[in-house]
């Protein structure tokens, strides 16, 4: 097999965990249920930093029904185990000249819905010809975030040729933009005190980021 099909496949199995990624965080639990009764993330934890536990990433007992409202309670009604979706949400400064009425959010503090991350990010989408699919419309939703990094993956994967170089800045730049999951996985990982599905989750996407970064900044930085 040469160097370039082994890049390709690579390439494609990275797309591939993504685009699951985002279709669990974008409320898929179709998808999300079938990861877990088949043991995709357990057979891929395995080669990642920290080796996350993967216990509950195994689980068959967890309906869909269950999962949408772990969904639903963490990521989409503002109440006591309300996380936001979004990079935003996360951030220690507020946005310049930024004005917010979310329920969750308190006017002038940092956690802006739109905030500074969704701007940068959304400027990364456009150098890369890319409208969010997922998300619900906002451009930091981790699931909008993750769903560019499938995409890019996958142009990766289909090329030709070597990569261009603007294709691996945007997604060296990206990477680097999604180091927020860090602080959005330890806030679920507080509040998903019952199933700790999307705890675990949010656990795997954070080291997979990370192992993501390593394989990147030894192969193209």
Known sequence: MSEGTVAAEFARARADLYDLLSRAFDGDTEALAEALETGVFADFAGVLPGAPDTAVLTRTDLDQDALQVG????????????VPPFASGHATEPSEAYDSD?????????????????????????????????????????????EFMAR??????????????????VQGEMIDHLAWLADFSEAVGSA?????????????ARAFVAWDREQFDATER
């Not at 969904?71 to 309300?82: R, S, T, W």
């Not at 997922?134 to 909008?144: F, K, L, S």
């Not at 019952?194 to 795997?204: H, I, N, P, Q």
């Open 71 to 82: 969904y639903d309670n963490l990521f989409v009604v503002p109440g006591p185990y309300y």
């Open 152 to 169: 890019l993956a996958a142009r990766q994967a289909t090329g030709d040729s070597q990569p261009s170089e603007e294709l691996l800045a």
């Open 192 to 204: 998903d005190d019952a199933e700790g599905v999307y705890a675990a989750v949010c656990s795997f």
């Open 102 to 146: 979310a329920a969750y959010h308190e006017v002038g503090t940092a956690g802006e819905l739109f905030g500074d991350p969704a701007e940068s990010v959304a400027a990364l989408y456009d150098r890369a010809n890319f409208t969010p699919e997922r998300g619900e419309g906002i451009p930091d939703h981790v699931a909008a975030e993750f």
